[in-house]
């Protein structure tokens, strides 16, 4: 990320805040906020210049890559276990719980919480195409 789209993100969140503290008040619909007409004058503008059709495409875009590199961490977390286990999680798992193995028994744990992350991030990609 350059630092000019860091500040951007930064001018973004902080109009968010500020449209969270000055504009909404209880009972109003929180699914749909609206940036002041001051920010979306000045952002619009160095969007264009990034390649970016409005701040929802930047949001998306940023959203995705976080989600991404959590995906790909995880991934790779599930890798290195099935390598240090030797077998896939299915059949690593079917070892009776309660073993006397406790290392194994962590990997295990940490391997699973591992795979339920990946679906947990992908189902937010997926939320967030689909929004």
């Not at 902080?14 to 979306?40: A, C, H, P, Y």
């Not at 004058?41 to 930047?58: D, H, M, N, Y």
């Not at 989600?67 to 961490?73: D, F, P, R, T, Y």
């Not at 699973?112 to 997926?126: G, P, T």
Request: charged residues 25%; aromatic residues 10%.
């Amino acid at each position: 990320m350059t630092g000019g789209t860091t500040k951007l993100l930064l001018m973004y969140y902080q109009t968010i805040i500020w449209v969270n503290d000055r504009s909404i008040s209880e009972g109003d619909d929180m699914n749909t906020l609206s940036l002041n007409q001051k920010f979306i004058q000045v952002a619009t503008p160095i969007l264009s210049e990034f390649g970016f059709s409005g701040v929802k495409e930047l949001v998306t875009e940023q959203l995705m890559l976080m989600l991404q590199s959590k995906i790909g961490h995880y991934e790779a977390e599930c890798k290195v276990i099935e390598s240090r286990v030797g077998q896939p999680f299915e059949v690593a798992s079917l070892v009776e719980s309660g073993s006397e193995d406790f290392e194994k028994d962590d990997s295990l744990n940490d391997w699973r919480f591992a795979r339920e992350a990946v679906v947990l991030y992908q189902k937010k990609m997926q939320d967030i195409l689909n929004a």
